[in-house]
C-alpha cells in the first residue's frame, strides 16, 4: 500500500447526525416527523448547501444552520415557534456534547482494518472540542492517532491551512497521506490545494459527476486503499 496516513473527516465519514434524536426532539416540541424521513431528507440538502458559492460566503456553523432548516423544510416541517425551540434544544446538546453520534456499522471495524495495515489516522474536520465526547461515547478514540478540530485551531477546510497544520501535527508525509471526506467543495478541494489526493465518500449517490474517486462506505475505502486503487 501506498499510503501511511489517511486523513478522515468526521461527519458524514465517522459519524452522523442521530436522527433519532432529532425527531424525539421534534416530537416533545409538538413537531411529528420520523427519523428515517429526515435522513432520507439529508443526502439532497447536503449536495444542495455543497456548492463552490455557499461554501465561499459562509462558515461552517452558518451553513450548519442551513442545513438543519432545509432538512426540516424538505421533510415538510414549516418554521414554527416549536420547531425553533426543538432545535434551540438540540443545539444546546450539540454545543455540550456533540449531536454527531449515530456511527455507520462498519466504521470501527474499518478503522481497525487501518490501524492492522499500518495506517495512521488523523481526523481533519470542521467542528469544536465537542467531537472528542462523541468519540469516546462511541469507542473510536482508541483508534485514530489524532483529532484536527477547526475551532480550535481557528481555520477551518476548505482553507489548505488545517491540513497543513495536520500533516505538520502528525508529521504525515504529503506524498503518502490521503484525505477522505463526504463535501466536495470542502474535503476534495481543500486537500487538493494542500497538495494531497483525495476521496470522497458518497454514501447516497449523489456526487456522480464528479472528478475524483468515489466510495459509497468506510469499507470500500479500505477495501480500495488495501487494493492500490488510489495509489
Known amino acids: 500500500m501506498h499510503y501511511q496516513t489517511i486523513f478522515l473527516d468526521a461527519g458524514g465519514v465517522l459519524v452522523c447526525p442521530n436522527w433519532h434524536r432529532a425527531a424525539e426532539t421534534l416530537r416533545r416540541h409538538g413537531v411529528a416527523v420520523d427519523a428515517s424521513t429526515l435522513a432520507a431528507a439529508e443526502p439532497a440538502v447536503k449536495r ?6 455557499t461554501v465561499r460566503s459562509t462558515t461552517d456553523e452558518q ?3 442551513l442545513y438543519f432548516d ?8 414549516s418554521p414554527t415557534p416549536q420547531s425553533d425551540a426543538a432545535l434551540a434544544e438540540l443545539k444546546a446538546f450539540h454545543d455540550r456534547d456533540n449531536t ?10 474499518s478503522l481497525r482494518r487501518m490501524k492492522d495495515a499500518g495506517l495512521r489516522i488523523v481526523v481533519v474536520s470542521n467542528t469544536s472540542s465537542t467531537l472528542r465526547r462523541a468519540f469516546a461515547r462511541l469507542g473510536v478514540d482508541p483508534l485514530v ?4 478540530a477547526s475551532e480550535e485551531e481557528r481555520v477551518e477546510k476548505p482553507d489548505p491551512r488545517l491540513f497543513q497544520i495536520a500533516l505538520e501535527r502528525s508529521g504525515a ?11 466536495y467543495e470542502i474535503d476534495i478541494v481543500g486537500a487538493r490545494a494542500a497538495g494531497l489526493p483525495a476521496v470522497l465518500l458518497d ?9 475524483c474517486p468515489r466510495v459509497a462506505s468506510m469499507k470500500e475505502l479500505v477495501d480500495g486503499l488495501l487494493a492500490g486503487r488510489f495509489d
Open 173 to 183: 508525509d504529503p506524498k503518502t497521506t490521503i484525505h477522505c471526506g463526504d463535501l
Open 63 to 65: 451553513r450548519g444552520f
Open 70 to 77: 432545509l432538512i426540516l423544510k424538505r421533510a415538510g416541517i
Open 145 to 148: 492517532d489524532l483529532v484536527i
Open 100 to 109: 454527531w453520534d449515530d456511527m455507520p456499522a462498519d466504521v470501527l471495524s
Open 48 to 53: 444542495q448547501l455543497d456548492v463552490a458559492h
Open 203 to 211: 454514501s447516497a449517490g449523489v456526487y456522480r459527476d464528479v472528478d
